[in-house]
């Protein structure tokens, strides 16, 4: 049996890459490695938690609210934050934090989600909403103004709905869940748009210290792929469908040009 292992290992095929014992479950998109789910896993963690420990991006004692979609990134996000929280100690006081944009067949259904993963990661909720904040939901508008420039209007409210949220929960910082794989459009984006400005500062993996509530990007290296890899595998409750006022042209274009250019490599 023992000799049996050894020419598997020494064949190189079957075993997964990393532990050498269990069979390979996948092709991990970052290092093309084949691996077992439980290395997958190990690997996947371990990095988030190098780059919150190597950026510095928590204190002890600190209270840190998760910005909260019911999507695949934060909810992965929300998952992974409380499970390293309570392994490695960080003494963090987690919280979840939604806005309702008030789009029906979207964020409605997107909510339910969020309130599940309430319970199951046993994480408080605080849901603040256009409507209650401005005295309009985005329905409202987008009957007024049309399906034009909507998610330019949509991004300035829910970033300032994240602050009056965090400021409610009285946190020290926001986490979000953009991934390396959005960064990787933003910046192609601003450098399409011409905007210095913005391009230095996309990349932080820290923003806003000089403003309301710092917020920082612990999935700034993870690949969009492994995400979606890791919430399939861990069958993570999350919701999957696009808004319905987002067709984003310019940024669809950005994000099939990276995957194109991926696909090469
Ligand atoms: N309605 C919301 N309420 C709270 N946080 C939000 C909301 N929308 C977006 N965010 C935060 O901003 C991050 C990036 O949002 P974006 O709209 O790009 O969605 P995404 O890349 O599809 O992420 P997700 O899969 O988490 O929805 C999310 O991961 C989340 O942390």
Known sequence: M???NTIAKRAGSRLCCLC?????ALKRPKTLEQICRDCFYNVFEEEIHQVIVGN?????????A???SGGKDSTVLAYVMSELNR????????????????ITGYRDDSLETVKRNEVQYGLPLKIVSYKDLYGWTMDEIVKVIGLKNNCTFCGVFRRQALDRGAAYLKVDKLVTG???????????????RGDVARLSR???????????????KPFKYTYEKEIVMYAYFK????????????????????????KDLERMR
């Not at 510095?56 to 840190?64: D, P, Q, T, Y």
């Not at 960064?183 to 399409?192: P, S, Y």
Request: charged residues 25%; glycine residues 8%; contains cysteine.
């Open 2 to 4: 023992e000799e049996g």
């Open 20 to 24: 050498n014992e269990r069979k390979p």
């Open 56 to 64: 510095h991006l928590f204190k002890a004692g600190e209270r840190v």
């Open 66 to 68: 998760i910005g909260a």
């Open 87 to 102: 392994r490695h100690n960080y003494g963090l006081d987690l919280f979840l934090l939604s806005v309702d944009e008030g």
């Open 178 to 192: 953009h991934n390396a794989d959005d960064i990787a459009e933003t910046v192609l984006l601003n450098i399409l």
């Open 202 to 216: 996309c990349t932080s993996i820290t923003t806003g210290e000089d403003g309301p509530i710092p917020r920082c």
């Open 235 to 258: 069958k993570l409750d999350y919701f999957s469908t696009e808004c319905i006022y987002s067709p984003n042209a310019y940024r669809g274009f950005a994000r099939e040009f990276i």
